[in-house]
C-alpha cells in the first residue's frame, strides 16, 4: 500500500500535493482567479456525451488526488466507477488495475502489469505512461489566470471561440471570447503526429504548426469509424504553408475509434484526435470559419494587455494600406504587395488589374476597417494573419478579406490577399 | 466501536451455530453422515439425504450450506448460487455462504460479483481468513483483467486459464462435519506431526488431493480421519534420496507449526514467524496478531491437516507447499499453501505465507 503511496507521488508527482483544479471553471467576469480548488469527487456524474469539461479526465485526477492523501479504498471505488461509466479509457483501467493489485501486494511501478502483460503490450503501456504524466502536467501546470497565448495578438467578435493546441503538452485550449476578453473555457488532452510536429510534406505523419482556421464540420456519419464522433477539417496548407512549397492536407481534429478513448500522446497521421466527448463538446461549442486553431509547439501565455503595443503597431501599416487603397492610387497602394504574392496561383502582376477595379468600385468612398483580427505567427519569419471587414462608407455590408501579410525589416508587406 | 461490533457479528454467529447445534444434537450422525456421503464423492446420495432431512427441517443453515456444496458438487452452479443466496438472505450473519457464492461466482467468471460477495463475508467477519485469502486471488484477476483493457490485450490471452483454474481449486468448499460431538472428539486430535522416519522432501504428489481424505473417512469415529490423514505423509516412502537435515528440520518446522495452529497454541504458533514475516493487505504485524489470536481462540475447534509437502531448501531459505485441509467449526477449506521459511542459525521462521501454488 504504502508502496503504491509512494509511486504515485514520485511519478505521478506534485500534481496531488499542488492540488490545482482538473479543470478551469472559475470565470467569471471580474473576479481575479485564485488556485482552483481540487476538482470535486466525481463519482455522482453520468458519462454525457459531451463533456465541457472534460470529466473523465477530472474524475481520474480526483482518483490521483485520493491516492496521493493515501485514500486508496476511495481511489478504488471510484476508478471501479470510473471504468465502468468509461470502459475504454486506458489509462483509467491501469489505474484501476493497480488499486486492485495494491489490495493484494504492494505495487512496484506505476502500470504494476504482469510480465506476460507487459511482454505483450510494452509499447501501449509506455504510452499510457506518457499520457498520465501529459495529463497531470498539463493540469499542474495552469495557464496564468487571465492570461492568453501571444499569437492571438487581436481577436474580432465574429471570433466567438479560439482554440490554441499545445503540442509539448498534449492540450487543446478553448477559449471563448466574451465581452471582457478572452476567457479559457475548458481544455483537452489530445494526440498529435506520429512522428511529432511541423509538417512539410504529404504523408509525413507529422502535425503542422501554425494558425489555421476550422472549415467545415464533418458528419460523422458520412466517416469511418476511425474518426469517432465527427471531425473539424482545418485549413491546412494554409497561405503561408503554400508558400513554403508544403504539401499535404486533410488536417482535422477529430475523435477516436471505438474502442478507444483516447490515444497515445503521438499516434495519428498529422491530425489532432481527442477523446469524443471533448470532440462534441468542441464541435457544438465553435463556429465553422470564424474559429482560430493556433498549434504551436509551446504555448506562450502572456496578459492581453502586454499585445496592445504590437497590436497598435501593426494597425498603422494596415491603416496605411487602406488609406492607400481609398485614395484609389494605384502606384502606393501596390508598394504594400509583396514581389512574392500570390493569390490562388496569380501572381502580382496578374493580381493588379483584380485589385483595381475593387478600387474603381469604390472610387470616391473611404474604406473602414470592421471586426478586425490579428493573428500573429512567429517562426523563422514573422507572418500576420489579418481578418476583416472591408465596408465603404455609406454601405451597410463589405466583403470579409483575409491578408497574410509579412514582416520584411521594418516593413510588413501582403503576400495573400482573398475573400473568406 | 468497531471491535464491539465485531464482536456481536460474532455473537450472532456463535449463537445461530449453537441454536442449530442444540436443536439438532440429535441430528449430529446425520450431519456426519452427509459429509462422508460428500467427501467419497457420492454427490446424488448425499443429496438425497440432505434433501430428506430438510423436509423435516427446511430452514436448518447447515443442511442449506451442504445442499448448496452438493449442488455445486453435482454441477448444478446455478442452483447452488440460488440455495446460497437465499441462505444469505435468511442469515446475512453467516460469512460462509457469502464466500461460497463467491467462489461459484468466480467459477462463471464473474469476479465483479465474486468480490462483492467477498466484502460481504468479510464485512461480516472481518476477521474471516477464508475470505480475505479469496478476495485476493479475485483482486488479482479483476486487476488482470483491468491491465488487459488499458494494454488493449486479448483477454482470453493464455496467462488467464491456469490462474482460473487455482481459484477454483482454493475455493473448493468442503463441510466438516459438524456437531458438538464431534466437535469435542475431534478437539485436540488435530495434525500428528509424525516422527517422520524419513520425510520426502520431493515426493510425487498424493494420488488425488481430493481423494486423500475420502480414502480415510470413517463414518464412525470422526475423529480418525484427521489423525489418519497426517498419517500418509509420514508413511509415504521417499523415492528420492533424503534431501539433508535442513529440509527435514524445515518440515518438522511446518508441522509443528499447523500442530500450534490446531491446538489454539497461540505462543508457539506465533513464535513460529520470524520478525521478516509481514502480513498481507494494510495490516500491521500487531493488528494481524491480534487478528490470528481473536480467530483462531474464538474457534471450538480446529484441525491442520497437511499433505503433499514440497521442501525446497537454498542456502538459509526453504520453501515449503504443501495442501491444507482446514477446518474449523462448521467450515472446512483445502488450499495449496506455501510457507517460506528463514533459518536464523536456531531455528527456522516463517517470512511468507501465501495461498495458492
Known amino acids: ?359 474603381a468600385a469604390t472610387q470616391g468612398l473611404t474604406l473602414q476597417i470592421k471586426d478586425l483580427s490579428l493573428l500573429h505567427w512567429k517562426d523563422a519569419n514573422e507572418t500576420m494573419v489579418v481578418t476583416f471587414g472591408e465596408v465603404a462608407t455609406g454601405r451597410r455590408s463589405g466583403l470579409t478579406k483575409r491578408q497574410y501579410w509579412s514582416r520584411q525589416g521594418q516593413q510588413w508587406k501582403i503576400f495573400y490577399e482573398g475573400v473568406v | 466501536m468497531k471491535y464491539a461490533r465485531s464482536v456481536l457479528f460474532k455473537a450472532l454467529r456463535l449463537l445461530t451455530l449453537v441454536g442449530a447445534c442444540t436443536a439438532l444434537s440429535s441430528h449430529a450422525d446425520d450431519y456426519t453422515d452427509v459429509s462422508t456421503l460428500l467427501r467419497a464423492n457420492k454427490f446424488p446420495e448425499a443429496m438425497t439425504k440432505v434433501e430428506g432431512l430438510l423436509t423435516t427441517k427446511p430452514a436448518d443453515p447447515q443442511l442449506r450450506f451442504l445442499k448448496g456444496v452438493i449442488q455445486r458438487n453435482l454441477g448444478k452452479p446455478a442452483e447452488a448460487i440460488v440455495t446460497f443466496t437465499k441462505l444469505t438472505e435468511d442469515h446475512p450473519e453467516l460469512p460462509e455462504p457469502y464466500n461460497n457464492l463467491a467462489v461459484l461466482y468466480a467459477g462463471q467468471g464473474d469476479y465483479d460479483k465474486a468480490r462483492v460477495a467477498l466484502e460481504m463475508a468479510i464485512r461480516t467477519n472481518p476477521s474471516y481468513a477464508t475470505a480475505h485469502e479469496n478476495i485476493g486471488d479475485v483482486y488479482a484477476r479483476l486487476a488482470s483483467q483491468a491491465y488487459n483493457k488499458a494494454l488493449q490485450l486479448d483477454n482470453s490471452n493464455p496467462a488467464v486459464p491456469p490462474k482460473l483454474a487455482l481459484i477454483r481449486e482454493l475455493f473448493k468448499p468442503n463441510l466438516a462435519n459438524a456437531g458438538p460431538a464431534a466437535g469435542t472428539a475431534v478437539a485436540a486430535a488435530a495434525v500428528k506431526p509424525a516422527p517422520a522416519p524419513a520425510p520426502a522432501p520431493s515426493s510425487k504428489p498424493v494420488a488425488s488431493v481430493a481423494s486423500a481424505p475420502a480414502s480415510v473417512a470413517t463414518p464412525v469415529k470422526p475423529a480418525v480421519p484427521v489423525v489418519a490423514a497426517a498419517a500418509p505423509i509420514a508413511a509415504k516412502p521417499a523415492p528420492a534420496p533424503v534431501d539433508d537435515e535442513a529440509a527435514k528440520s524445515a518440515e518438522a518446522a511446518v508441522l509443528a507449526w499447523a500442530k500450534a495452529w490446531a491446538n489454539k497454541d497461540m505462543a508457539n504458533y506465533l513464535a513460529a514467524y520470524g520478525p521478516e514475516f509481514t502480513p498481507g493487505g494494510k495490516q500491521s504485524r500487531s493488528a494481524w496478531e491480534k487478528d490470528r489470536r481473536d480467530r483462531i481462540v474464538g474457534k471450538s475447534r480446529i484441525s491442520v491437516t497437511l499433505s503433499d509437502l514440497n521442501v525446497k531448501v537454498s542456502g538459509k531459505e526453504a520453501v515449503v507447499k504443501f495442501y491444507q485441509a482446514y477446518k474449523a467449526d462448521a467450515l472446512s477449506i483445502s488450499s ?18 501465501s495461498t495458492g501454488n
Open chain 1, 1 to 359: 500500500m504504502t508502496f503504491f503511496f509512494r509511486l504515485v507521488l514520485a511519478t505521478l508527482t506534485a500534481a496531488l500535493s499542488l492540488s490545482t483544479g482538473a479543470a478551469q471553471t472559475d470565470t467569471k467576469p471580474g473576479i481575479k482567479k485564485n488556485r482552483p480548488k481540487p476538482a470535486p469527487v466525481a463519482a455522482v456524474a453520468a458519462p454525457a456525451k459531451s463533456s465541457p469539461q472534460g470529466a473523465a479526465e477530472a474524475r481520474l485526477i480526483a482518483i490521483y488526488r485520493l491516492i496521493g492523501q493515501g485514500n486508496t479504498l476511495s481511489a478504488l471505488r471510484q476508478s471501479e466507477q470510473l471504468v465502468k461509466d468509461y470502459p475504454e479509457f486506458a489509462l483509467a483501467q491501469l489505474v484501476f488495475g493497480d488499486l486492485l493489485t495494491a489490495r493484494t501486494r504492494p505495487i512496484q511501478e506505476f502500470g504494476n502489469v504482469s510480465p506476460e502483460q507487459r511482454k505483450s503490450g510494452s509499447a501501449t503501456l509506455s504510452d499510457l505512461k506518457n499520457e498520465s504524466l501529459l495529463r497531470l502536467k498539463a493540469l499542474r501546470e495552469r495557464p496564468p489566470a487571465g492570461s492568453v497565448p501571444a499569437e492571438f495578438l487581436q481577436l474580432s467578435p465574429r471570433n466567438k471561440h479560439a482554440i490554441a493546441i499545445d503540442a509539448s503538452r498534449a492540450r487543446l485550449y478553448l477559449f471563448e471570447n466574451r465581452a471582457n476578453g478572452m476567457t479559457l473555457v475548458a481544455d483537452y488532452y489530445i494526440t498529435v503526429g506520429k512522428l511529432g510536429l511541423e509538417k512539410q510534406v504529404e504523408g509525413d505523419q507529422r502535425t503542422p504548426l501554425g494558425v489555421y482556421f476550422i472549415t467545415s464540420q464533418l458528419d460523422p456519419k458520412s466517416l469511418k469509424d476511425f474518426y469517432g464522433a465527427g471531425a473539424l477539417p482545418i485549413n491546412y496548407p494554409n497561405m503561408l504553408d503554400l508558400k513554403r512549397g508544403k504539401t499535404g492536407g486533410g488536417i482535422w481534429l477529430h475523435g477516436t475509434p471505438p474502442g478507444q478513448f483516447a490515444r497515445a500522446p503521438l499516434a495519428s497521421d498529422g491530425c489532432v484526435v481527442l477523446a469524443n466527448p471533448d470532440l462534441t463538446h468542441l464541435i457544438r461549442t465553435v463556429q465553422i470559419r470564424s474559429t482560430p486553431v493556433l498549434i504551436s509547439n509551446q504555448l506562450k501565455w502572456v496578459p492581453p494587455p502586454s499585445l496592445q503595443p504590437r497590436s497598435q503597431e501593426f494597425t498603422k501599416h494596415l491603416n496605411a494600406w487602406l488609406e492607400a487603397k481609398s485614395s484609389g492610387n494605384m502606384a502606393k497602394l501596390s508598394a504594400f504587395y509583396a514581389p512574392d504574392f500570390n493569390n490562388s496561383g496569380k501572381t502580382l502582376s496578374q493580381w493588379l488589374p483584380t485589385l483595381q477595379r475593387e478600387v
Open chain 2, 336 to 353: 495449496r499453501k506455501t510457507l517460506t521459511l528463514q533459518h536464523n542459525g536456531k531455528r527456522w521462521l516463517i517470512t511468507r505465507e
